[in-house]
């Protein structure tokens, strides 16, 4: 296999919660990477830390109350991004590596109009001249689909829809032509057919650019149909890793079943269609013990409750999970 | 645009119209009259009768009134008795030397008070924003004319780097050279500009802060980061543009702020401006000089907003006057 092009080790960022009431574990140690030219899925419900995650990796976390930890490891082309000095930081942002966001609309500045933000990276990263820059903010926007891209080019954002924002965001992570594109629930905040338009023009953008994505999101469906590989994370921490088909065929994770099983489906009566897993999201001031995923799992032993399991190899390639039944796989059998 | 300018002056003249009615009321029917008798003046009661009759003091208020804005209305506020001179000769010599001093303090006051505000929220929580915020707090909560006694005391008295009061030089004034004059202008200003213009950058300052650090954290912030902008970009291109629209409506209503503060500090500084003639006026009830300062200072609070209005739709293209609607 390729060399990776991100490789993230021992994540671990932290929040220091309001009147001390505590550490917010929100990133605990989270390790993956990210291979050329692949779409990378990071699934998880709210609060699992896919946002702080990949924040963290632009070293976008605010400061207080959030902190990365000593120990953490982000290589990128050779280098510890946690470790760069602002220039070289800012060469790497929105340069090598881009980001867009999950409301399109408030992530646009409202006083600049759209073709004066693409245009500030071009001239900023690439020394372009402010009209080189126009021309390429223009010849962006045609490459993400927006229509009449002359006349949007001196329009204000507050002029234009959540969908044509987001083409406008992914214009303006694109300029540079970065080699990962960080996709932090791009299409959250937008219709239904909207969104499939969004990942429909990402996967394009991807073939023609051939830039890495890291595409995160809560809603499955989203990663079957875009992602090469998949992250599964919960409480913090990845849980479960794999190649698309073999997640979707053999889930090791009782949390990945339970969210594949949450996934509205059309082969089943409407009665049996959503099934969410019980129980709620613990806080990240106080992650359970042992297994953090223990106390909502239908599977979990005494072991759970004590022993944290290290992410596990399941046989299959680049399959790993978080998972006692990793090792003992007759206990998943006992109880069905 | 036009119809919104329109629209806009039919009210201004309205509220400027209403304050001179009410003036015009409250200043006639306060107790005690012009022209009376003190230890320098002894006035014979025939003389004051004749003043009276003179001035038209002895008819009914109503027919004043119509007579004075009859008059008002074709460019004429009126005659000062205690001064003895046409209301608009002695206007052509208070206002410019309160616009100046009022615009010297209104820059003092923005530019100052901006830039603190600005390098405390870049360094917010840090020492530096500390003591900055402390500095500010005592600079806004200060009576104007206190800190006003208090430069006159030590950079006027004590240190005598600059004059106590007045606009100019009363002796030497006349045979300076052009530069020797601004020199000596400037020299003069500078005390009450500063006591006017600090006060007013304290207020400043803490509201920029606040305005500016409310922008840092929206979500277009963290998009300018994401890009590789430098911080120095961040603060003062995106971030500042934005806190830019509370400011100019505080600037709005700053500009009336200036010339009711320079009421006070013209008085400590002796600054021969409309502020120091409205207090005098109201003291020996000159009532064309009162009425004329109020419909003055109505104007300025007018125009106040009309200029913070414009240029709120100059700096926020989501308000366009007059025009409305997104396109796509
Ligand atoms: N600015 C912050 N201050 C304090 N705690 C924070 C902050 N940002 C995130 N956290 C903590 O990090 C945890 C994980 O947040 P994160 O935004 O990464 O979740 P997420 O997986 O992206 O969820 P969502 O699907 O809702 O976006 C939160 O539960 C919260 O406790
Ligand atoms: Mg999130």
């Given at each position: 296999m390729?060399?990776?092009?991100?490789?993230?080790?021992?994540?671990?960022?932290?929040?220091?919660t309001?009147?001390?009431?505590?550490?917010?574990?929100?990133?605990?140690?989270?390790?993956?990477?990210?291979?050329?030219?692949?779409?990378?899925?990071?699934?998880?419900?709210?609060?699992?830390?896919?946002?702080?995650?990949?924040?963290?990796?632009l070293?976008?976390?605010?400061?207080?109350?959030?902190?990365?930890?000593?120990?953490?490891?982000?290589?990128?082309?050779?280098?510890?991004?946690?470790?760069?000095?602002?220039?070289?930081?800012?060469?790497?942002?929105?340069?090598?590596?881009?980001?867009?966001?999950?409301?399109?609309?408030?992530?646009?500045?409202?006083?600049?109009?759209?073709?004066?933000?693409?245009?500030?990276?071009?001239?900023?990263?690439?020394?372009?001249?402010?009209?080189?820059?126009?021309?390429?903010?223009?010849?962006?926007?045609?490459?993400?689909?927006?229509?009449?891209?002359?006349?949007?080019?001196?329009?204000?954002?507050?002029?234009?829809?959540?969908?044509?924002?987001?083409?406008?965001?992914?214009?303006?992570?694109?300029?540079?032509?970065?080699?990962?594109?960080?996709?932090d629930?791009?299409?959250?905040?937008?219709?239904?057919?909207?969104?499939?338009?969004?990942?429909?023009?990402?996967?394009?953008?991807?073939?023609?650019?051939?830039?890495?994505?890291?595409?995160?999101?809560?809603?499955?469906?989203?990663?079957?149909?875009?992602?090469?590989?998949?992250v599964?994370?919960?409480?913090?921490?990845?849980?479960?890793?794999?190649?698309?088909?073999?997640?979707?065929?053999?889930?090791?994770?009782?949390?990945?079943?339970?969210?594949?099983?949450?996934?509205?489906?059309?082969?089943?009566?409407?009665a049996?269609?959503?099934?969410?897993?019980?129980?709620?999201?613990?806080?990240?001031?106080?992650?359970?013990?042992?297994?953090?995923?223990?106390?909502?799992?239908?599977?979990?032993?005494?072991k759970?409750?004590?022993?944290?399991?290290?992410?596990?190899?399941?046989g299959?390639?680049?399959?790993?999970?978080?998972?006692?039944?990793?090792?003992?796989?007759?206990?998943?059998?006992?109880?069905? | 645009?036009?119809?919104?300018?329109?629209?806009?002056?039919?009210?201004?003249?309205?509220?400027?119209?209403?304050?001179?009615?009410?003036?015009?009321?409250?200043?006639?029917?306060?107790?005690?009259?012009?022209?009376?008798?003190?230890?320098?003046?002894?006035?014979?009661?025939?003389?004051?009768?004749?003043?009276?009759?003179?001035?038209?003091?002895?008819?009914?208020l109503?027919?004043?009134?119509?007579?004075?804005?009859?008059?008002?209305?074709?460019?004429?506020?009126?005659?000062?008795?205690?001064?003895?001179?046409?209301?608009?000769?002695?206007?052509?010599?208070?206002?410019p030397?309160?616009?100046?001093?009022?615009?010297?303090?209104?820059?003092?006051?923005?530019?100052?008070?901006?830039?603190?505000?600005?390098?405390?929220?870049?360094?917010?929580?840090?020492?530096?924003?500390?003591?900055?915020?402390?500095?500010?707090?005592?600079?806004?909560?200060?009576?104007?004319?206190?800190?006003?006694?208090?430069?006159?005391?030590?950079?006027?008295?004590?240190?005598?780097?600059?004059?106590?009061?007045?606009?100019?030089?009363?002796?030497?004034?006349?045979?300076?050279?052009?530069?020797?004059?601004?020199?000596?202008?400037?020299?003069?200003?500078?005390?009450?500009?500063?006591?006017?213009?600090?006060?007013?950058?304290?207020?400043?300052?803490?509201?920029?802060?606040?305005?500016?650090?409310?922008?840092?954290?929206?979500?277009?912030?963290?998009?300018?980061?994401?890009?590789?902008?430098?911080?120095?970009?961040i603060?003062?291109?995106?971030?500042?543009?934005?806190?830019?629209?509370?400011?100019?409506?505080?600037?709005?209503?700053?500009?009336?702020?200036?010339?009711?503060?320079?009421?006070?500090?013209?008085?400590?500084?002796?600054?021969?401006?409309?502020?120091?003639?409205?207090?005098?006026?109201?003291?020996?009830?000159?009532?064309?000089?009162?009425?004329?300062?109020?419909?003055?200072a109505?104007?300025m609070?007018?125009?106040?907003?009309?200029?913070?209005?414009?240029?709120?739709?100059?700096?926020?293209?989501?308000?366009?006057?007059g025009?409305?609607?997104?396109?796509?």
């Amino acid at each position: 296999m390729k060399e990776p092009l991100l490789r993230v080790r021992d994540l671990k960022t932290y929040f220091v919660t309001e009147r001390g009431r505590g550490t917010a574990r929100a990133v605990d140690g989270v390790s993956f990477d990210l291979y050329p030219g692949e779409t990378l899925g990071i699934v998880g419900e709210s609060g699992c830390g896919k946002t702080v995650t990949s924040l963290s990796i632009l070293r976008l976390i605010p400061e207080p109350p959030g902190h990365i930890r000593p120990g953490s490891f982000i290589e990128f082309e050779g280098r510890n991004l946690l470790t760069l000095s602002p220039p070289e930081l800012r060469a790497v942002r929105g340069n090598r590596i881009a980001m867009i966001f999950q409301e399109p609309m408030t992530s646009l500045n409202p006083v600049f109009t759209v073709g004066d933000q693409i245009a500030e990276a071009a001239i900023v990263h690439q020394r372009l001249s402010r009209r080189a820059a126009r021309a390429r903010a223009l010849e962006m926007l045609r490459l993400v689909g927006i229509p009449d891209p002359e006349a949007r080019l001196d329009d204000y954002p507050h002029q234009l829809s959540g969908g044509i924002c987001q083409r406008v965001m992914i214009a303006m992570a694109l300029v540079c032509h970065p080699q990962v594109l960080i996709a932090d629930e791009p299409t959250t905040a937008l219709d239904v057919t909207i969104q499939a338009q969004i990942l429909e023009l990402l996967e394009r953008l991807q073939a023609e650019l051939g830039m890495a994505i890291m595409l995160i999101t809560h809603d499955l469906g989203i990663v079957a149909g875009s992602a090469d590989r998949v992250v599964v994370m919960y409480a913090g921490q990845v849980v479960e890793t794999a190649p698309t088909p073999e997640l979707f065929t053999r889930a090791q994770h009782p949390y990945t079943e339970g969210l594949m099983a949450s996934v509205p489906r059309l082969d089943r009566p409407p009665a049996a269609r959503l099934h969410s897993i019980p129980g709620n999201v613990p806080a990240a001031t106080d992650w359970p013990s042992g297994c953090r995923f223990h106390p909502r799992c239908p599977y979990a032993w005494d072991k759970c409750r004590a022993e944290e399991p290290p992410l596990l190899e399941t046989g299959g390639a680049g399959h790993t999970a978080r998972c006692w039944l990793v090792a003992e796989p007759q206990r998943r059998m006992r109880r069905s | 645009m036009t119809a919104w300018l329109v629209r806009r002056c039919a009210a201004a003249i309205a509220i400027v119209f209403a304050v001179v009615t009410l003036t015009f009321l409250l200043i006639h029917l306060a107790p005690g009259t012009p022209f009376v008798p003190s230890d320098e003046r002894v006035l014979d009661p025939a003389v004051v009768d004749g003043l009276r009759r003179q001035f038209g003091l002895d008819r009914p208020l109503g027919v004043q009134y119509v007579r004075y804005v009859v008059a008002l209305l074709h460019g004429d506020p009126g005659y000062s008795f205690s001064l003895r001179r046409p209301i608009g000769e002695v206007l052509a010599t208070t206002v410019p030397n309160t616009l100046l001093l009022s615009g010297a303090a209104l820059a003092i006051d923005f530019l100052l008070g901006a830039a603190i505000g600005l390098y405390q929220a870049a360094r917010a929580r840090h020492r530096a924003d500390v003591v900055l915020g402390n500095a500010t707090l005592f600079l806004y909560s200060v009576p104007t004319f206190w800190l006003g006694l208090v430069l006159v005391l030590v950079f006027g008295q004590h240190l005598a780097w600059f004059p106590v009061g007045g606009d100019r030089n009363p002796v030497l004034y006349p045979s300076l050279s052009l530069l020797g004059r601004l020199g000596d202008r400037a020299w003069h200003l500078a005390l009450p500009a500063l006591t006017l213009g600090l006060v007013g950058a304290g207020g400043t300052a803490r509201f920029q802060r606040a305005a500016l650090l409310e922008v840092a954290g929206q979500d277009f912030i963290r998009t300018a980061r994401a890009k590789g902008l430098h911080e120095r970009r961040i603060w003062l291109v995106h971030t500042l543009r934005n806190a830019l629209l509370p400011l100019i409506t505080l600037f709005g209503l700053a500009l009336p702020f200036l010339l009711t503060g320079a009421v006070l500090i013209e008085t400590v500084f002796s600054w021969p401006g409309m502020g120091k003639l409205a207090a005098d006026a109201i003291f020996t009830r000159d009532y064309p000089v009162v009425t004329a300062a109020a419909l003055l200072a109505s104007v300025m609070v007018v125009l106040g907003s009309l200029v913070a209005d414009v240029l709120y739709s100059v700096a926020d293209p989501r308000i366009r006057l007059g025009k409305g609607g997104a396109r796509a």
